[in-house]
């Protein structure tokens, strides 16, 4: 196992995430994992574009590879809670495209 338990990548980048609020993602993604105390094991960092403009804002969860589309503020803290923690990735938001470019 590589540094951190998990890394979360959020869009906040490209055409469309950040007009969508990936900052405001971002941000809430951070805290969540703060308020758990899980600094040490999961990081959170900001990402470039992911090339799936129009689903955002996206969020990526490694090293289990689970995509997410659409993710508010409100519901980044459930793939904290829910993924993070609980080891279930939050269904009705993960995104399963084809592999590439799935711009809409």
Same mark, same amino acid.
């Given at each position: %196992?590589? $540094?951190?338990? *998990?890394?979360?990548? &959020? ?9 969508? /609020? ?27 574009? %992911?090339? $799936?403009?129009? *689903?955002?804002?996206? &969020? ?9 589309? /659409? ?34």
């Amino acid at each position: %196992m590589g $540094q951190y338990k *998990h890394h979360i990548f &959020v869009c906040n980048m490209g055409k469309t995430c950040s007009r969508e /609020g990936g900052d405001q993602v971002y941000k809430e993604l951070k805290q969540a994992v703060k308020d758990a105390g899980l600094k040490g094991s999961c990081r959170v960092n900001q990402a470039g574009c %992911m090339n $799936q403009c129009g *689903h955002g804002p996206m &969020v990526v969860v490694y090293p289990a590879d689970v995509w997410y589309a /659409g993710v508010t503020p409100r519901n980044a803290r459930r793939i904290v809670i829910e993924h993070i923690m609980g080891g279930q990735p939050v269904g009705i938001l993960r995104h399963r495209a084809p592999p590439g470019d799935n711009k809409k």
